[in-house]
Protein backbone atom coordinates (compact mmCIF):
# COMPACT_ATOMS: atom_id res chain seq x y z
CA UNK A 1 0.00 0.00 0.00
CA UNK A 2 1.16 3.32 -0.69
CA UNK A 3 0.63 7.11 0.82
CA UNK A 4 -0.23 9.98 -1.32
CA UNK A 5 0.66 13.74 -0.36
CA UNK A 6 -1.40 16.71 -2.11
CA UNK A 7 0.24 19.86 -2.51
CA UNK A 8 -2.27 23.45 -3.55
CA UNK A 9 -2.65 26.43 -1.74
CA UNK A 10 -6.04 26.40 -3.41
CA UNK A 11 -8.63 24.41 -1.36
CA UNK A 12 -11.11 23.59 -4.07
CA UNK A 13 -8.54 21.94 -5.90
CA UNK A 14 -7.32 19.93 -3.47
CA UNK A 15 -10.51 18.71 -2.43
CA UNK A 16 -10.92 17.66 -6.19
CA UNK A 17 -7.87 15.96 -6.85
CA UNK A 18 -8.66 13.67 -3.62
CA UNK A 19 -11.90 13.18 -4.23
CA UNK A 20 -12.38 12.98 -7.83
CA UNK A 21 -9.49 10.21 -8.23
CA UNK A 22 -10.09 6.77 -7.08
CA UNK A 23 -6.65 6.15 -5.40
CA UNK A 24 -7.30 3.58 -4.11
CA UNK A 25 -7.22 1.18 -7.57
CA UNK A 26 -3.54 2.21 -7.24
CA UNK A 27 -3.18 0.35 -3.85
CA UNK A 28 -3.00 4.50 -2.12
CA UNK A 29 -4.40 3.55 1.63
CA UNK A 30 -4.11 7.16 2.50
CA UNK A 31 -4.26 10.71 0.85
CA UNK A 32 -2.79 13.40 2.68
CA UNK A 33 -3.05 17.48 1.59
CA UNK A 34 -1.04 20.40 2.66
CA UNK A 35 -1.70 23.81 1.14
CA UNK A 36 1.53 25.57 1.60
CA UNK A 37 5.08 24.07 2.00
CA UNK A 38 6.11 24.21 5.20
CA UNK A 39 2.52 21.89 6.13
CA UNK A 40 3.58 19.18 3.35
CA UNK A 41 7.44 19.16 5.21
CA UNK A 42 5.85 18.41 8.33
CA UNK A 43 3.30 15.55 6.69
CA UNK A 44 6.61 14.07 5.33
CA UNK A 45 8.56 14.16 8.88
CA UNK A 46 5.41 12.48 10.29
CA UNK A 47 3.95 9.94 7.49
CA UNK A 48 5.59 7.53 4.86
CA UNK A 49 4.73 9.53 1.55
CA UNK A 50 5.11 7.39 -1.60
CA UNK A 51 4.33 10.42 -4.09
CA UNK A 52 4.07 13.69 -3.86
CA UNK A 53 1.85 15.76 -6.37
CA UNK A 54 2.59 19.35 -5.85
CA UNK A 55 1.76 22.96 -7.47
CA UNK A 56 4.29 25.27 -8.49
CA UNK A 57 2.63 28.39 -7.56
CA UNK A 58 2.07 28.80 -3.99
CA UNK A 59 2.92 31.59 -0.84
CA UNK A 60 6.10 31.12 0.53
CA UNK A 61 8.90 28.02 -1.08
CA UNK A 62 7.18 27.31 -4.42
CA UNK A 63 6.60 23.50 -6.03
CA UNK A 64 9.76 23.20 -7.42
CA UNK A 65 11.63 24.31 -4.58
CA UNK A 66 9.84 21.78 -2.27
CA UNK A 67 10.00 18.73 -4.89
CA UNK A 68 14.12 20.22 -4.36
CA UNK A 69 14.19 18.99 -1.06
CA UNK A 70 11.88 15.85 -0.91
CA UNK A 71 14.59 14.59 -3.95
CA UNK A 72 17.14 15.11 -1.37
CA UNK A 73 16.26 14.08 1.86
CA UNK A 74 13.46 11.66 0.76
CA UNK A 75 15.14 10.03 -2.56
CA UNK A 76 12.58 7.07 -2.81
CA UNK A 77 9.35 9.48 -2.53
CA UNK A 78 8.47 10.79 -6.24
CA UNK A 79 7.28 13.92 -7.23
CA UNK A 80 4.86 15.01 -9.58
CA UNK A 81 4.99 19.13 -10.81
CA UNK A 82 1.50 20.89 -11.71
CA UNK A 83 1.95 24.63 -13.47
CA UNK A 84 -0.25 26.28 -14.69
CA UNK A 85 2.09 27.98 -16.73
CA UNK A 86 3.87 26.52 -19.97
CA UNK A 87 7.55 27.91 -18.69
CA UNK A 88 10.54 26.42 -19.99
CA UNK A 89 12.37 27.45 -17.48
CA UNK A 90 10.01 25.49 -14.98
CA UNK A 91 10.13 22.80 -16.95
CA UNK A 92 13.84 22.23 -17.36
CA UNK A 93 14.25 23.02 -13.23
CA UNK A 94 11.92 20.10 -12.97
CA UNK A 95 14.29 17.76 -14.98
CA UNK A 96 17.07 19.30 -12.97
CA UNK A 97 15.49 18.22 -9.58
CA UNK A 98 14.77 14.64 -11.09
CA UNK A 99 11.08 15.21 -10.82
CA UNK A 100 9.32 12.30 -11.95
CA UNK A 101 6.57 14.13 -14.39
CA UNK A 102 5.89 17.40 -15.62
CA UNK A 103 2.51 18.56 -16.21
CA UNK A 104 0.78 21.53 -17.34
CA UNK A 105 -2.51 22.55 -16.10
CA UNK A 106 -5.39 22.68 -16.60
CA UNK A 107 -4.67 18.66 -16.41
CA UNK A 108 -7.36 15.65 -16.57
CA UNK A 109 -8.39 13.62 -14.10
CA UNK A 110 -7.62 10.45 -16.19
CA UNK A 111 -4.39 11.77 -16.70
CA UNK A 112 -3.12 12.21 -13.33
CA UNK A 113 -4.15 9.19 -12.42
CA UNK A 114 -1.87 7.25 -15.07
CA UNK A 115 0.70 9.36 -14.09
CA UNK A 116 0.46 8.56 -10.51
CA UNK A 117 0.44 4.64 -11.25
CA UNK A 118 3.36 5.04 -14.19
CA UNK A 119 5.29 6.70 -10.74
CA UNK A 120 4.51 3.64 -8.23
CA UNK A 121 5.26 0.94 -11.21
CA UNK A 122 8.72 3.07 -11.04
CA UNK A 123 9.28 3.12 -7.31
CA UNK A 124 7.85 -0.19 -6.57
CA UNK A 125 10.60 -1.48 -9.18
CA UNK A 126 13.50 0.65 -7.70
CA UNK A 127 12.43 -0.68 -4.33
CA UNK A 128 12.63 -4.00 -5.00
CA UNK A 129 15.77 -4.16 -7.07
CA UNK A 130 17.60 -1.95 -3.95
CA UNK A 131 16.18 -4.73 -1.01
CA UNK A 132 17.12 -7.88 -3.61
CA UNK A 133 20.35 -6.74 -3.65
CA UNK A 134 20.80 -6.00 -0.02
CA UNK A 135 19.16 -9.42 0.84
CA UNK A 136 21.86 -10.76 -1.84
CA UNK A 137 24.62 -9.57 0.02
CA UNK A 138 23.60 -11.28 2.78
CA UNK A 139 22.96 -14.31 1.01
CA UNK A 140 26.21 -14.08 -0.66
CA UNK A 141 27.91 -14.70 2.22
CA UNK A 142 26.14 -17.95 3.05
CA UNK A 143 26.73 -21.17 1.73
CA UNK A 144 24.89 -21.84 -0.69
CA UNK A 145 22.97 -25.00 -2.03
CA UNK A 146 26.10 -25.99 -3.99
CA UNK A 147 24.93 -29.95 -4.02
CA UNK A 148 21.51 -29.37 -5.95
CA UNK A 149 22.83 -26.72 -8.30
CA UNK A 150 25.69 -29.74 -9.10
CA UNK A 151 22.45 -32.24 -9.40
CA UNK A 152 20.74 -29.50 -11.42
CA UNK A 153 23.46 -29.45 -14.03
CA UNK A 154 23.58 -33.35 -13.86
CA UNK A 155 19.80 -33.83 -15.08
CA UNK A 156 19.77 -30.56 -17.29
CA UNK A 157 23.27 -30.08 -19.11
CA UNK A 158 24.61 -33.65 -18.91
CA UNK A 159 21.42 -35.79 -18.92
CA UNK A 160 23.68 -38.29 -16.26
CA UNK A 161 20.23 -38.40 -13.67
CA UNK A 162 16.46 -38.78 -14.44
CA UNK A 163 15.33 -37.47 -11.20
CA UNK A 164 11.89 -38.84 -11.98
CA UNK A 165 12.91 -42.48 -11.84
CA UNK A 166 14.87 -42.01 -8.18
CA UNK A 167 12.63 -39.48 -6.11
CA UNK A 168 14.83 -40.41 -3.28
CA UNK A 169 17.87 -39.23 -4.64
CA UNK A 170 16.23 -35.70 -5.57
CA UNK A 171 14.77 -35.26 -2.38
CA UNK A 172 18.08 -35.56 -0.76
CA UNK A 173 19.21 -32.83 -3.60
CA UNK A 174 16.43 -30.91 -2.57
CA UNK A 175 14.24 -31.50 -5.31
CA UNK A 176 10.98 -32.83 -3.93
CA UNK A 177 9.46 -33.74 -6.72
CA UNK A 178 6.63 -36.31 -8.21
CA UNK A 179 6.68 -38.07 -11.54
CA UNK A 180 4.13 -36.29 -12.93
CA UNK A 181 5.23 -32.63 -12.48
CA UNK A 182 5.39 -30.07 -15.06
CA UNK A 183 8.05 -27.52 -15.51
CA UNK A 184 9.48 -24.27 -16.99
CA UNK A 185 12.59 -22.22 -17.53
CA UNK A 186 13.80 -18.46 -17.17
CA UNK A 187 17.36 -18.19 -18.40
CA UNK A 188 18.77 -14.82 -18.02
CA UNK A 189 22.22 -13.58 -19.69
CA UNK A 190 24.04 -10.75 -19.21
CA UNK A 191 26.33 -8.47 -20.99
CA UNK A 192 30.28 -9.86 -19.95
CA UNK A 193 31.66 -6.31 -19.49
CA UNK A 194 33.61 -5.76 -16.42
CA UNK A 195 32.07 -8.26 -14.49
CA UNK A 196 33.57 -10.63 -12.15
CA UNK A 197 32.61 -14.52 -11.07
CA UNK A 198 31.91 -13.28 -7.72
CA UNK A 199 29.90 -10.39 -9.12
CA UNK A 200 27.79 -12.90 -11.09
CA UNK A 201 27.08 -14.96 -7.96
CA UNK A 202 26.24 -12.00 -5.70
CA UNK A 203 23.85 -11.15 -9.29
CA UNK A 204 22.45 -14.63 -9.18
CA UNK A 205 21.06 -14.49 -5.66
CA UNK A 206 19.65 -11.10 -6.48
CA UNK A 207 17.48 -12.89 -9.79
CA UNK A 208 17.04 -15.79 -7.62
CA UNK A 209 15.01 -13.14 -4.98
CA UNK A 210 13.21 -11.29 -7.31
CA UNK A 211 11.69 -14.52 -9.15
CA UNK A 212 10.64 -16.18 -5.82
CA UNK A 213 9.31 -12.69 -4.76
CA UNK A 214 7.50 -12.02 -8.48
CA UNK A 215 7.37 -15.16 -10.21
CA UNK A 216 7.13 -17.75 -8.35
CA UNK A 217 3.72 -17.89 -6.81
CA UNK A 218 4.92 -20.87 -4.07
CA UNK A 219 6.04 -23.09 -6.88
CA UNK A 220 9.40 -24.46 -6.58
CA UNK A 221 12.65 -22.80 -7.67
CA UNK A 222 16.04 -24.90 -8.76
CA UNK A 223 18.47 -22.26 -10.15
CA UNK A 224 22.62 -22.05 -11.19
CA UNK A 225 25.15 -20.07 -13.07
CA UNK A 226 26.14 -22.73 -15.89
CA UNK A 227 29.26 -22.63 -17.29
CA UNK A 228 28.26 -20.09 -19.63
CA UNK A 229 27.50 -17.51 -17.20
CA UNK A 230 24.07 -17.54 -17.76
CA UNK A 231 21.69 -17.46 -14.31
CA UNK A 232 19.20 -20.48 -14.87
CA UNK A 233 16.02 -20.77 -13.23
CA UNK A 234 13.70 -23.84 -13.14
CA UNK A 235 10.00 -23.51 -11.90
CA UNK A 236 8.13 -26.71 -10.67
CA UNK A 237 4.74 -26.91 -10.52
CA UNK A 238 2.70 -29.10 -8.68
CA UNK A 239 1.46 -31.93 -10.25
CA UNK A 240 -1.71 -32.12 -7.68
CA UNK A 241 -3.30 -28.60 -8.65
CA UNK A 242 -5.40 -28.66 -11.66
CA UNK A 243 -3.69 -28.14 -15.06
CA UNK A 244 -5.43 -24.92 -15.44
CA UNK A 245 -4.19 -23.73 -11.93
CA UNK A 246 -0.78 -24.38 -13.46
CA UNK A 247 -1.44 -23.04 -16.47
CA UNK A 248 -2.89 -19.73 -15.01
CA UNK A 249 0.02 -19.55 -12.82
CA UNK A 250 2.70 -20.26 -15.53
CA UNK A 251 1.25 -17.03 -17.65
CA UNK A 252 0.89 -14.63 -14.83
CA UNK A 253 4.50 -15.66 -13.97
CA UNK A 254 5.53 -14.81 -18.07
CA UNK A 255 3.36 -11.44 -17.93
CA UNK A 256 5.77 -10.47 -14.81
CA UNK A 257 9.47 -11.10 -16.87
CA UNK A 258 8.44 -7.30 -18.43
CA UNK A 259 8.54 -6.61 -14.67
CA UNK A 260 11.84 -8.83 -13.71
CA UNK A 261 13.34 -6.92 -16.44
CA UNK A 262 12.50 -3.65 -15.40
CA UNK A 263 13.84 -4.31 -11.48
CA UNK A 264 17.36 -5.64 -13.35
CA UNK A 265 17.73 -2.62 -14.83
CA UNK A 266 17.62 -0.53 -11.79
CA UNK A 267 20.80 -3.03 -10.76
CA UNK A 268 22.68 -3.78 -14.01
CA UNK A 269 24.75 -1.73 -16.30
CA UNK A 270 24.76 -3.55 -19.57
CA UNK A 271 22.43 -5.69 -21.56
CA UNK A 272 19.80 -7.82 -20.24
CA UNK A 273 18.57 -10.52 -22.23
CA UNK A 274 15.10 -12.94 -20.56
CA UNK A 275 14.74 -16.12 -22.41
CA UNK A 276 11.36 -18.61 -21.39
CA UNK A 277 10.50 -21.96 -22.30
CA UNK A 278 6.55 -23.58 -22.16
CA UNK A 279 5.87 -25.91 -20.06
CA UNK A 280 7.02 -29.34 -20.08
CA UNK A 281 7.11 -32.83 -18.40
CA UNK A 282 9.76 -33.44 -15.91
CA UNK A 283 11.46 -36.26 -19.03
CA UNK A 284 11.15 -33.44 -21.10
CA UNK A 285 13.41 -30.45 -19.29
CA UNK A 286 17.15 -31.63 -20.14
CA UNK A 287 16.25 -31.16 -23.62
CA UNK A 288 13.95 -28.15 -23.15
CA UNK A 289 17.14 -26.53 -21.85
CA UNK A 290 19.46 -27.67 -23.62
CA UNK A 291 17.69 -26.22 -26.50
CA UNK A 292 17.12 -22.64 -24.71
CA UNK A 293 20.52 -22.65 -23.27
CA UNK A 294 21.78 -22.52 -27.29
CA UNK A 295 19.58 -19.82 -28.35
CA UNK A 296 20.35 -18.09 -25.28
CA UNK A 297 24.15 -18.43 -26.72
CA UNK A 298 23.65 -17.49 -30.19
CA UNK A 299 21.13 -14.71 -29.74
CA UNK A 300 22.10 -11.64 -32.21
CA UNK A 301 19.15 -9.53 -31.15
CA UNK A 302 19.65 -5.82 -30.89
CA UNK A 303 21.16 -4.01 -27.96
CA UNK A 304 18.06 -3.42 -25.96
CA UNK A 305 17.26 -5.31 -23.16
CA UNK A 306 14.56 -7.87 -24.24
CA UNK A 307 12.10 -10.89 -22.90
CA UNK A 308 12.57 -13.54 -25.51
CA UNK A 309 9.55 -16.18 -25.63
CA UNK A 310 9.64 -19.46 -27.62
CA UNK A 311 9.95 -19.62 -31.41
CA UNK A 312 6.08 -20.25 -32.37
CA UNK A 313 4.88 -23.59 -34.65
CA UNK A 314 4.56 -21.91 -37.31
CA UNK A 315 7.92 -20.75 -37.94
CA UNK A 316 10.12 -21.94 -40.95
CA UNK A 317 13.19 -24.15 -39.68
CA UNK A 318 14.96 -27.85 -40.73
CA UNK A 319 12.80 -30.45 -40.29
CA UNK A 320 15.33 -32.00 -37.49
CA UNK A 321 18.31 -31.08 -35.64
CA UNK A 322 21.91 -33.28 -35.37
CA UNK A 323 21.52 -34.79 -32.44
CA UNK A 324 25.55 -34.24 -32.22
CA UNK A 325 24.45 -30.62 -31.33
CA UNK A 326 23.07 -31.65 -28.04
CA UNK A 327 25.78 -34.44 -26.83
CA UNK A 328 28.40 -33.61 -24.30
CA UNK A 329 31.13 -32.81 -24.33
CA UNK A 330 30.27 -30.43 -27.07
CA UNK A 331 32.97 -29.56 -30.47
CA UNK A 332 34.56 -26.77 -28.92
CA UNK A 333 35.14 -28.10 -25.73
CA UNK A 334 36.98 -31.32 -27.40
CA UNK A 335 38.98 -28.61 -29.36
CA UNK A 336 39.59 -26.44 -26.51
CA UNK A 337 40.82 -29.28 -24.39
CA UNK A 338 42.60 -30.97 -27.02
CA UNK A 339 41.34 -33.98 -27.37
CA UNK A 340 41.75 -35.12 -31.13
CA UNK A 341 40.27 -38.66 -31.41
CA UNK A 342 37.30 -37.19 -29.52
CA UNK A 343 36.57 -34.69 -32.04
CA UNK A 344 37.23 -36.68 -35.03
CA UNK A 345 34.66 -39.29 -33.68
CA UNK A 346 32.26 -36.46 -33.03
CA UNK A 347 32.38 -35.18 -36.13
CA UNK A 348 32.40 -39.28 -37.41
CA UNK A 349 29.13 -39.46 -35.79
CA UNK A 350 27.52 -36.07 -36.82
CA UNK A 351 27.78 -36.95 -40.47
CA UNK A 352 26.83 -40.82 -40.35
CA UNK A 353 23.40 -39.41 -38.90
CA UNK A 354 22.46 -37.73 -41.47
CA UNK A 355 22.32 -41.42 -43.78
CA UNK A 356 19.83 -41.90 -41.51
CA UNK A 357 17.47 -39.61 -42.65
CA UNK A 358 15.46 -39.91 -45.96
CA UNK A 359 14.80 -35.90 -46.01
CA UNK A 360 17.21 -33.39 -47.60
CA UNK A 361 20.16 -33.25 -45.30
CA UNK A 362 21.79 -30.11 -47.56
CA UNK A 363 21.05 -27.50 -44.60
CA UNK A 364 22.04 -29.43 -41.52
CA UNK A 365 25.53 -30.94 -43.37
CA UNK A 366 26.56 -26.65 -43.82
CA UNK A 367 25.42 -26.10 -40.25
CA UNK A 368 27.73 -28.71 -38.95
CA UNK A 369 30.68 -27.67 -41.47
CA UNK A 370 30.35 -24.32 -40.78
CA UNK A 371 30.31 -24.88 -37.15
CA UNK A 372 33.14 -26.94 -37.27
CA UNK A 373 35.52 -24.48 -39.37
CA UNK A 374 34.15 -21.66 -37.25
CA UNK A 375 35.04 -23.34 -34.21
CA UNK A 376 38.59 -24.21 -35.11
CA UNK A 377 39.13 -20.50 -36.60
CA UNK A 378 38.22 -19.08 -33.37
CA UNK A 379 39.92 -21.39 -31.13
CA UNK A 380 43.00 -20.28 -33.73
CA UNK A 381 42.53 -16.49 -33.17
CA UNK A 382 42.30 -17.25 -29.31
CA UNK A 383 45.46 -18.88 -28.98
CA UNK A 384 46.99 -16.38 -31.44
CA UNK A 385 47.50 -19.03 -33.94
CA UNK A 386 47.60 -17.54 -37.63
CA UNK A 387 45.44 -19.89 -39.98
CA UNK A 388 48.31 -20.16 -42.74
CA UNK A 389 50.05 -22.17 -40.29
CA UNK A 390 47.63 -25.11 -40.07
CA UNK A 391 45.22 -24.55 -42.76
CA UNK A 392 47.25 -26.28 -45.56
CA UNK A 393 44.86 -27.04 -48.88
CA UNK A 394 41.69 -25.98 -46.82
CA UNK A 395 42.70 -22.54 -47.64
CA UNK A 396 43.67 -23.71 -51.85
CA UNK A 397 40.36 -21.71 -52.08
CA UNK A 398 41.84 -18.33 -51.23
CA UNK A 399 44.66 -18.67 -54.01
CA UNK A 400 42.33 -19.87 -56.93
CA UNK A 401 40.74 -15.75 -55.97
CA UNK A 402 44.11 -14.71 -56.80
CA UNK A 403 45.44 -11.08 -55.38
CA UNK A 404 41.42 -10.04 -55.02
CA UNK A 405 41.32 -12.28 -52.37
CA UNK A 406 39.91 -9.90 -49.97
CA UNK A 407 37.01 -7.93 -52.24
CA UNK A 408 36.08 -11.48 -53.19
CA UNK A 409 35.48 -13.06 -49.85
CA UNK A 410 33.75 -8.95 -49.31
CA UNK A 411 31.62 -9.56 -52.04
CA UNK A 412 30.66 -12.95 -50.82
CA UNK A 413 29.72 -11.66 -47.61
CA UNK A 414 27.49 -8.60 -48.43
CA UNK A 415 25.85 -11.08 -50.79
CA UNK A 416 25.20 -13.68 -48.64
CA UNK A 417 23.83 -11.61 -45.72
CA UNK A 418 21.87 -9.59 -48.07
CA UNK A 419 19.96 -12.65 -49.63
CA UNK A 420 19.41 -14.39 -46.36
CA UNK A 421 18.13 -11.16 -44.63
CA UNK A 422 15.69 -10.49 -47.83
CA UNK A 423 14.68 -13.81 -47.00
CA UNK A 424 13.96 -13.34 -43.42
CA UNK A 425 12.17 -10.29 -44.12
CA UNK A 426 9.51 -12.23 -46.19
CA UNK A 427 9.20 -14.57 -43.39
CA UNK A 428 9.10 -12.15 -40.69
CA UNK A 429 6.09 -9.47 -42.63
CA UNK A 430 4.37 -12.77 -43.54
CA UNK A 431 4.62 -13.81 -40.10
CA UNK A 432 3.56 -10.43 -38.60
CA UNK A 433 0.70 -10.11 -40.78
CA UNK A 434 -0.55 -13.27 -39.59
CA UNK A 435 0.36 -12.53 -35.73
CA UNK A 436 -1.54 -9.13 -36.05
CA UNK A 437 -4.67 -11.11 -37.27
CA UNK A 438 -4.72 -13.23 -34.52
CA UNK A 439 -4.82 -10.59 -32.13
CA UNK A 440 -7.31 -8.86 -33.58
CA UNK A 441 -9.74 -11.96 -33.49
CA UNK A 442 -8.81 -12.65 -30.26
CA UNK A 443 -9.55 -9.60 -28.62
CA UNK A 444 -12.54 -9.87 -30.16
CA UNK A 445 -13.36 -12.93 -28.65
CA UNK A 446 -12.52 -12.08 -25.27
CA UNK A 447 -13.92 -8.68 -24.81
CA UNK A 448 -15.36 -10.51 -20.88
CA UNK A 449 -11.45 -10.68 -20.35
CA UNK A 450 -9.14 -8.84 -18.14
CA UNK A 451 -6.89 -8.15 -21.34
CA UNK A 452 -4.01 -6.67 -21.93
CA UNK A 453 -0.75 -6.19 -23.68
CA UNK A 454 1.14 -8.12 -21.23
CA UNK A 455 -1.40 -10.48 -21.19
CA UNK A 456 -1.34 -10.99 -25.20
CA UNK A 457 2.55 -10.90 -25.45
CA UNK A 458 2.11 -14.66 -22.64
CA UNK A 459 -1.00 -15.91 -24.87
CA UNK A 460 1.56 -15.44 -28.28
CA UNK A 461 4.44 -16.28 -27.07
CA UNK A 462 6.02 -12.26 -27.42
CA UNK A 463 8.20 -10.19 -25.69
CA UNK A 464 5.45 -7.74 -25.09
CA UNK A 465 7.22 -4.31 -26.27
CA UNK A 466 7.77 -5.84 -29.56
CA UNK A 467 3.83 -6.95 -29.70
CA UNK A 468 3.06 -3.37 -29.24
CA UNK A 469 5.66 -2.03 -32.05
CA UNK A 470 4.80 -4.69 -34.50
CA UNK A 471 0.86 -3.99 -34.03
CA UNK A 472 1.30 -0.36 -34.53
CA UNK A 473 3.62 -0.53 -37.54
CA UNK A 474 0.57 -2.90 -39.03
CA UNK A 475 -2.01 -1.12 -38.32
CA UNK A 476 -0.81 2.47 -37.63
CA UNK A 477 -3.36 1.88 -34.04
CA UNK A 478 -1.89 1.45 -30.75
CA UNK A 479 -2.53 -2.21 -29.52
CA UNK A 480 -4.01 -0.78 -25.81
CA UNK A 481 -6.28 1.75 -28.44
CA UNK A 482 -7.47 -0.95 -30.21
CA UNK A 483 -8.04 -3.05 -26.92
CA UNK A 484 -10.11 -0.37 -26.00
CA UNK A 485 -11.87 0.39 -28.75
CA UNK A 486 -12.85 -3.26 -29.13
CA UNK A 487 -14.21 -3.45 -25.92
CA UNK A 488 -16.15 -0.28 -25.87
CA UNK A 489 -17.80 -1.52 -29.43
CA UNK A 490 -18.56 -4.22 -27.68
CA UNK A 491 -20.35 -2.42 -24.90
CA UNK A 492 -22.54 -0.06 -27.58
CA UNK A 493 -23.42 -3.63 -29.07
CA UNK A 494 -24.93 -4.71 -25.78
CA UNK A 495 -26.11 -1.58 -24.98
CA UNK A 496 -28.41 -1.39 -28.12
CA UNK A 497 -29.63 -4.94 -26.74
CA UNK A 498 -31.00 -3.52 -23.99
CA UNK A 499 -28.07 -4.43 -21.41
CA UNK A 500 -28.02 -2.71 -18.52
CA UNK A 501 -24.91 -0.20 -18.14
CA UNK A 502 -23.43 -1.91 -14.83
CA UNK A 503 -24.20 -5.67 -16.26
CA UNK A 504 -22.56 -4.22 -19.64
CA UNK A 505 -19.41 -3.34 -17.51
CA UNK A 506 -19.03 -6.55 -16.15
CA UNK A 507 -19.68 -8.10 -19.30
CA UNK A 508 -16.81 -6.52 -21.54
CA UNK A 509 -14.13 -7.08 -18.52
CA UNK A 510 -14.54 -3.78 -16.63
CA UNK A 511 -14.07 -4.59 -12.79
CA UNK A 512 -16.09 -1.45 -11.90
CA UNK A 513 -18.96 0.24 -13.34
CA UNK A 514 -16.78 4.17 -12.61
CA UNK A 515 -13.80 2.92 -15.02
CA UNK A 516 -15.85 2.09 -17.98
CA UNK A 517 -18.14 4.94 -17.88
CA UNK A 518 -14.77 7.29 -17.60
CA UNK A 519 -13.52 5.52 -20.65
CA UNK A 520 -16.49 4.78 -22.60
CA UNK A 521 -17.52 8.69 -22.30
CA UNK A 522 -13.83 9.39 -23.49
CA UNK A 523 -13.95 7.13 -26.27
CA UNK A 524 -18.15 7.72 -27.61
CA UNK A 525 -17.98 10.93 -26.37
CA UNK A 526 -21.03 10.31 -23.93
CA UNK A 527 -22.19 8.08 -21.19
CA UNK A 528 -23.06 4.58 -21.47
CA UNK A 529 -26.18 5.40 -19.86
CA UNK A 530 -27.05 8.35 -22.24
CA UNK A 531 -25.68 6.60 -25.02
CA UNK A 532 -28.78 3.70 -24.53
CA UNK A 533 -31.10 6.47 -23.58
CA UNK A 534 -30.36 8.46 -27.45
CA UNK A 535 -30.34 5.10 -29.20
CA UNK A 536 -33.70 3.47 -27.47
CA UNK A 537 -35.39 6.54 -26.67
CA UNK A 538 -35.62 5.87 -23.02
CA UNK A 539 -35.89 8.42 -20.34
Same mark, same amino acid.
Given at each position: ?28 ? *? ?91 ? !? ?14 ? +?? !? ?13 ? !??? *? ?117 ? *? ?45 ? +? ?49 ? !? ?163
Amino acid at each position: MYNLLLVDDETIILEGLSQNIEWAKLDIQ *DVFTADNSPKALECLRSHRIDLVITDIQMPGEDGLALGETIMRNYPYTKVVILSGYQNFSYAQRAVEIKAFRYLLKPVRYEDLEKTAGEALLE !LNQELQGKAALERAKK +LA !LQAGPLMRQHYLVNW !LEK *DAVRPWEDLKEADEHGLHITPADQGFFVLIRLSRRTRTISHDEILHYAMLELCQEMLSEGNRIGDFLNSQQIHCFLFLLDANRARTANRSSFQRAIERLEWVLCSLENMIDGSIRIFWS *DLHPLDKLGECYRKLNRKALRFSGNSQNLVCGPESSGQPGSAWEPSA +LHSHPSFPTLIATNQSAAALEWIDKAFEEFGQHNSNCHDQCLYIYHMVTGT !LIADSFQRRISIQDWGGTSLDFMEEMGADVVENLHCQCHKATSLYLEHLNCIQNGQEDYLISQIKQYVGENTDSRLSIASLAAHFSYNATYLSRVFKAKTGELLASFIVTTKITKAQELLRAGYLPSDTAAAVGYETYSHFSRTFKRVVGVSPKQYQEDILGTN
